[in-house]
């Protein structure tokens, strides 16, 4: 079972480079996430959709867009890339049902420089 | 005010010994579920286990076993029996019913097993 996808696993980019990470889950779930984790901080909130056709702000929504392009898919998109922006980011799935955990795609690992 | 609050940075347990690691929550929801998380140094996040808010007992998974105290607004995991592959980061979390959309997640706790 594939789960949570996410694409790529590893990036670089320049400061003021654009980029979309991808994700897609296959276990139709209403709800995706993304977040961000840094050292100390644990997992951040940047955008997530409860369901097809809508998204929401996060903790830290500033610099990034987010996408739900259908119910598999959500991705988030960083139109000029920051050094501050340099963090591993997750994306995750859930039911829309609050005993329902969530399950996390294995993470993108993008430098900013 | 923190949704969620884990106060210990970094534990050390010796193998085969039990160890607590701590997470009290803040919530008005009546409704709410509290789960708990595993992350190895290899990066991925492992779900452990659940305890939901009108569960009249403790959840318990193999060797995990959460201490819910309601009044006290704690979810402690327990883990019995350590072992070194339990090494690992561990982060609290929340999901409220009327919020049900959001996970909200504390800092985390390095969990170091001594052989």
Same mark, same amino acid.
């Given at each position: 079972?594939?789960?949570?996808?996410?694409?790529?696993?590893?990036?670089?980019?320049?400061?003021?480079?654009?980029?979309?990470?991808?994700?897609?889950?296959?276990?139709?779930?209403?709800?995706?996430?993304?977040?961000?984790?840094?050292?100390?901080?644990?997992?951040?909130?940047?955008?997530?959709?409860?369901? %097809?056709?809508?998204?929401?702000?996060?903790?830290?929504?500033?610099?990034?867009?987010?996408?739900?392009?259908?119910?598999? %898919?959500?991705?988030?998109?960083?139109?000029?890339?920051?050094?501050?922006?340099?963090?591993?980011?997750?994306?995750?799935?859930?039911?829309?049902?609050?005993?329902?955990?969530?399950?996390?795609?294995?993470?993108?690992?993008?430098?900013?420089? | 005010?923190?949704?969620?609050?884990?106060?210990?940075?970094?534990?050390?347990?010796?193998?085969?010994?039990?160890?607590?690691?701590?997470?009290?929550?803040?919530?008005?929801?009546?409704?709410?579920?509290?789960?708990?998380?595993?992350?190895?140094?290899?990066?991925?996040?492992?779900?452990?286990?659940?305890?939901?808010?009108?569960?009249?007992?403790?959840?318990?998974?193999?060797?995990?076993?959460?201490?819910?105290?309601?009044?006290?607004?704690?979810?402690?995991?327990?883990?019995?029996?350590?072992?070194?592959?339990?090494?690992?980061?561990?982060?609290?979390?929340?999901?409220?019913?009327?919020?049900?959309?959001?996970?909200?997640?504390?800092?985390?706790?390095?969990?170091?097993?001594?052989?």
């Amino acid at each position: 079972n594939a789960g949570v996808t996410q694409t790529p696993k590893f990036q670089v980019l320049k400061t003021g480079q654009s980029m979309t990470l991808q994700c897609a889950q296959d276990m139709n779930h209403n709800s995706m996430y993304w977040y961000r984790q840094d050292p100390g901080m644990g997992l951040r909130l940047i955008y997530y959709s409860a369901s %097809e056709g809508t998204t929401d702000k996060g903790e830290v929504p500033n610099g990034y867009n987010v996408s739900r392009l259908n119910k598999r %898919e959500f991705s988030l998109r960083l139109e000029s890339a920051a050094p501050s922006q340099t963090s591993v980011y997750f994306c995750a799935s859930s039911l829309l049902r609050s005993n329902q955990p969530q399950h996390f795609g294995d993470g993108t690992r993008l430098s900013i420089l | 005010a923190q949704k969620i609050t884990q106060t210990q940075p970094g534990m050390f347990v010796q193998e085969k010994e039990a160890v607590t690691l701590d997470c009290t929550y803040d919530t008005s929801d009546p409704s709410y579920g509290l789960f708990w998380y595993k992350q190895p140094s290899s990066g991925e996040m492992i779900f452990l286990i659940y305890q939901g808010s009108y569960d009249q007992q403790n959840a318990t998974e193999g060797r995990y076993s959460l201490n819910f105290q309601k009044a006290r607004k704690s979810a402690n995991l327990v883990i019995s029996a350590s072992q070194l592959g339990d090494s690992a980061m561990y982060f609290c979390a929340m999901r409220e019913e009327n919020t049900g959309n959001q996970f909200y997640f504390g800092t985390g706790t390095s969990l170091t097993v001594i052989p």
